[in-house]
């Protein structure tokens, strides 16, 4: 009886010291450090791109709201903000995994906040900041198929419709696994109107 009680988390603490024994052959970064942080006009950002840590939207939220400072999805809220973004994003995106939008060119996206969970086509931000820019690629948002999550750094390059100059927003399915960009929650008493 003690023996397999003691016995069976020897098997997974073991198991995890030779991962880091391992990991820490191969790399010199923790493994604990799976997002990117940056700040940017007071606040705290996390970007989350690691090759394996990509995630559904509401993972995505979730694992937001552990980060230290607490996280939510990212709201963007002005061009400059979204210049922060893009500026940070294009820095690291091309160690992320991409998807392959439908000419079979990869994309690197990551979640952001913007979604339309609640009422199909009120856009509204997870942090509850009120709507004050929208930076959606040509024809975005378009449900297709369902769509009520917002990414940023989509590029498309369709031979006749939407296209995205600057990297930009788009609608995808809320389930699809994907990159994510966290910001600082503002604790003390905020969005005045
Ligand atoms: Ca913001
Ligand atoms: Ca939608
Ligand atoms: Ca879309």
Known sequence: MRRSRFGKPAVPV????????ILGISEERCPDT???????????????????????WESARRSCGTQ????????INSAEEQA?????WNSIRGEATPIENHMGNPEYIAYIGFNDLRSEGAWEWSN????????????EPNNAGD????VTGWSADYENGPECPELAW?????VATVAYICEE???????AQ
Not at 14 to 21: E, F, I, K, N, S
Not at 68 to 75: E, R, S
Not at 84 to 88: H, K, L, M, T
Not at 147 to 150: Q, V
């Open 170 to 174: 788009n609608d995808i399915p809320c």
């Open 185 to 191: 929650i503002d604790t003390g008493s905020v969005h």
């Open 84 to 88: 922060f973004v893009d500026a940070v």
């Open 128 to 139: 509850g900041d009120r709507v004050s820019y929208t930076h959606w690629c040509d024809h």
């Open 68 to 75: 230290n400072p607490p996280m939510d999805l990212v709201a």
């Open 14 to 21: 073991l198991a995890g010291m030779l991962t880091l024994v």
């Open 147 to 150: 769509e009520d999550c917002a």
């Open 34 to 56: 799976i997002c990117h942080m940056e700040s940017w006009s007071g606040h705290q950002y996390a970007f989350c791109y690691e090759p394996g840590d990509e995630k559904d």
